[in-house]
């Protein structure tokens, strides 16, 4: 008889296969509850109810280091988004902001510190242009028990050397609109009013060029989500990861097969299909502990640059042993 789990997932074409039912863990029958990546990150750091669920990259290395009883998770090394938003950010057009070089020293509104997303684009910013954490000064827009920052004691605890600001979601807007910030990205309940002719795109080829770039020097793209289980579950039932990784695999492939725009990178746009093959590869989205260590050891390096945790991540301790080989 096969188990029973409950799981969480945002939308996700390269995941659709498995949430529909159309592909089916071996041994395992999976309840998938849906929303928003964020408010789904807020309640898995809330009360870890789920037994499989996807989860920030960087809130998971933080945890590590932050640890709670309720924070007992293991990593499948399954990565199905890339660290997109950044690419979203806008530019007040009196900040002198021609390209991403010109963030050095500027005010810069951000959904959370903490998010993957941020950790990214932070990362991009030095290994093209040498920008550091310290180079900016960070306004957070999440309020309250939103803000996984907050919920992980940054405000009370800030990374040392870095400059942060906690604002709110509105007033990120509207200190970019009057120039009291000179960039920012939207996400969740952080938005940004892009029709009152005060702001333009950073990226106005929607981050190709700054994604290819960040390939060429670094071999991957990044990785914004992981997929997590219970230790519980993995402790009792030590073949569910690999059932688990098994069937997100297949899940990709049926969603390739359905739609080549399944391995699109990009959130929406990927109207440039042979373009992203020719510079990212027919499967930028590999799975496994091996084609992802170089891009783990990032983040967990970036991670540390960031101020978000001060002891080097050992990485491949927190994959499911019987998944470090793949």
């Known amino acids: 008889m096969a188990i029973q789990l409950r799981g969480t997932f945002s939308l996700n074409p390269r995941v659709a296969p498995l949430v529909d039912g159309t592909v089916q863990p071996r041994g395992i029958e999976i309840t998938w509850e849906h929303g928003n990546a964020g408010d789904l990150h807020t309640m898995h750091l809330r009360d870890s109810a789920h037994d499989v669920f996807e989860f920030s990259i960087s809130n998971f290395i933080v945890t590590r280091e932050r640890p709670k009883d309720l924070w007992d998770w293991v990593m499948i090394p399954v990565y199905a988004s890339k660290a997109t938003l950044g690419l979203n950010t806008w530019v007040n057009t009196d900040a002198g902001i021609e390209g991403g070089a010109d963030l050095r020293g500027k005010k810069f509104g951000i959904p959370d510190y903490t998010m993957t997303a941020g950790l990214w684009f932070r990362a991009q910013l030095e290994v093209l242009w040498g920008i550091g954490p310290q180079d900016i000064e960070w306004y957070i827009g999440r309020q309250g028990e939103e803000s996984h920052g907050r919920q992980m004691g940054f405000e009370l605890n800030p990374p040392s050397g870095v400059t942060l600001h906690w604002t709110g979601g509105g007033d990120v807007n509207r200190m970019l609109q009057t120039g009291e910030l000179d960039a920012a990205f939207p996400a969740g309940g952080t938005a940004i009013d892009t029709s009152t ?130």
């Open 197 to 326: 002719g005060r702001v333009a795109r950073l990226f106005p080829d929607g981050g190709r060029r700054f994604m290819a770039d960040f390939k060429r020097r670094t071999g991957f793209l990044p990785v914004n989500h992981v997929v997590l289980v219970q230790r519980r579950l993995v402790e009792k039932e030590p073949w569910v990861p690999e059932a688990l990784f098994e069937a997100f695999e297949a899940a990709k492939r049926e969603a390739y097969r359905r739609d080549r725009k399944a391995a699109g990178v990009f959130l929406d746009g990927n109207d440039d299909m042979d373009w992203q093959a020719s510079v990212f590869g027919a499967d930028p989205f590999p799975y496994g502990f091996a084609a992802n260590k170089a891009m783990l050891d990032m983040a967990a390096r970036q991670s540390n640059l960031d101020g978000l945790t001060v002891t080097p991540w050992d990485v491949e301790q927190f994959v499911a042993e019987s998944l470090r080989g793949t």
